[in-house]
């Protein structure tokens, strides 16, 4: 086989493993609370605890592949991610399975950093371009799979099994990596930014655990509003130490690049609008619709195909074509409309009226997944591709954490003031219960929260799907402001259409 195909293999594999336990848990959430004894609380951090430390260590990540090599990283992350997902298939209580599920994101965090640098250092011109591609393609299925594969393991297997699947997968790639992957790293690091690495994992890790308690705890709690506080203050030290580190984890210059800058905004609007909307529809479809959790994954499948098949569209026919400005410009352009047209329709509680203009965002959304890394590196030097995936990774991670905060508080806010209007004499006490009840898909626990009024669970059907027109929304105005500040930042001139080449081995490989 190609070794070059074998590479690709190598970092596309592994990214897919960890977006798809990102969120394959997610539909499985209630299950493992029965079986562990366990209440809700303890168990959203299931999601939370692995979102936490693969978020927080995602750019650190990045400095250690390039100070000891993108190979070894590679392999220390699928060992660390494997070994937890035992530990997470084997828990008897919900604190053993968020301690495991926190491990499994420091191997996630280590595998995607060093992944991707592996792949920029791999490829090259036309064949990254390719690369890329077929990478976005690969995230884009583990993302859309993720809600189906835990309702089918979940339904036929157990839920341990959501864990189990990664442990023969990850021992296949860890063998596949030692023998196809050829070790590189940043001959100028010397050694690590420490202060730095605490510094910004401080920082994030603080931030992602405000943002997911928000909603939960409320946005002026006190808790809420000193990690806040204290990320912002870690965020200043950050920046002040960076600036004066000769050698720094994150090399605030490349900031001042305007392509890279617009590159990296592209970033963080697809996952704060599109991949937020792949998490929020499942649920839309189980409550609103009243469909199964592995129905409303099946549901989704059909946003799958533009995902896989738009990226290698646009690497075989547009890149040579079109300016990275030009294909990150109407690919959320192309989420914009899709999301507008979806808020339009959404209040139906139509399936079909639902899914067409969704297919519409899903084409901008696969211009997008392959997109989106290429042009942020290509103003990167090939030997710190460690920190510029590092970065990559954390804007798109961050972008998902800060997107479901966000719209989460769009969301309730949205249906609390639905409700208040159908229920203007309750009082602010049930109203709120009433809104958390609805906003969660229990409608016939809201209904019985007034006492002394009849409530019909249809008007709270309502109240919640005038709150996803809300999300939906909100969320296509700041795809249409990141169309914007795309195109006027990014350079047309540095992300100019690949020449036509004739096709390498390699490159049919990857077609």
């Known amino acids: 086989m190609n070794r070059k195909l074998l590479l690709l293999l190598c970092v596309s594999v592994p990214s897919f493993m960890l977006n798809m336990d990102a969120n394959i848990v997610a539909v499985s959430l209630s299950p493992i609370a029965q079986s562990l004894h366990a209440d809700f609380a303890s168990i959203e951090w299931v999601i939370s605890a692995y979102t936490l430390t693969f978020a927080s260590l995602l750019m650190p990540a990045g400095a250690l592949a390039d100070r000891f090599g993108r190979k070894r990283i590679l392999v220390l992350g699928l060992a660390i991610f494997t070994v ?5 298939g084997a828990a008897n209580s919900a604190l053993l399975l968020n301690v495991a599920r926190a491990v499994q994101g420091v191997g996630a965090a280590l595998l995607l950093s060093a992944a991707l640098a592996v792949l920029s250092h791999g490829f090259h011109g036309k064949e990254r371009a390719k690369a890329f591609a077929f990478w976005g393609s690969v995230i ?12 089918f393991i979940t339904q036929t297997l157990g839920w341990q099994w959501a864990f189990y699947v990664n442990l023969p997968i990850g ?9 196809a992957v050829t070790e590189s790293k940043d001959p100028v690091a010397s050694r690590i930014d420490l202060m730095g690495v605490v510094l910004f994992s401080g920082f994030l890790g603080l931030l992602t655990w405000a943002l997911i308690s928000g ?10 509003l000193w990690r806040a506080g204290i990320a912002v203050l870690l965020l200043i030290a950050f920046i002040i130490v960076e600036r004066r580190e000769s050698r720094p984890m994150v090399d605030l210059s490349y900031f001042t690049k305007r392509t890279f800058l ?5 970033g963080v609007a697809y996952p704060v609008t599109f991949l937020t909307m792949l998490t929020y529809l499942p649920f839309f479809f189980q409550s609103a619709l009243h469909q199964t959790p ?51 329709v959404i209040e139906r509680l139509d399936y079909l009226q639902v899914l067409v ?24 030097p090939v030997e710190r591709a460690g920190m510029a995936s590092g970065i990559a990774g954390t804007v798109r991670f961050s972008g998902l954490v800060l997107g479901f905060a966000a719209l989460g508080a769009v969301l309730f ?24 009840l609805t906003a969660n898909g229990d409608f016939a626990g809201a209904a019985h929260v007034l006492t002394n009024q009849h409530v019909d669970a249809a008007v709270l059907v309502e109240s919640l799907a005038h709150g996803y027109h809300a999300v939906l929304s909100v969320a296509a105005a700041v795809a249409l402001i990141a169309v914007v500040l795309t195109w006027w930042l990014t350079d047309a001139n540095e992300t100019a259409p690949h020449a036509v080449s004739s096709e390498s081995p390699a490159n049919a490989l990857l077609d």
Request: proline share 5%; net charge positive; aromatic share 6%.
């Open 413 to 436: 806010t949205s249906v609390a003031g639905d409700i208040a209007l159908h229920f203007p004499f309750a009082s602010a006490q049930d109203l709120a219960l009433m809104t958390r």
């Open 84 to 88: 937890a997902s035992f530990f997470c």
């Open 262 to 266: 617009g590159a990296n905004i592209a």
């Open 215 to 224: 909603n939960r705890e409320g946005w002026s709690s006190h808790g809420v």
């Open 171 to 179: 021992v296949i790639m860890i063998g596949l990596t030692l023998f």
């Open 294 to 344: 592995l129905n409303a994954g099946l549901m989704m499948l059909p946003l799958a195909a533009p995902l896989f098949i738009v990226p290698r569209i646009v690497s075989a026919q547009l890149d040579h074509r079109l300016s990275g400005r030009a294909l990150l410009s109407i690919g959320l352009g192309l989420v914009a409309v899709g999301l507008v047209l979806t808020s339009m």
């Open 140 to 151: 884009g299925i583990a993302v859309m799979l993720g809600p189906v594969a835990g309702g």
């Open 357 to 380: 203009p969704m297919f519409i965002a899903s084409l901008g959304a696969g211009i997008l997944n392959g997109q989106v890394p290429k042009v942020s590196m290509t103003v990167i």
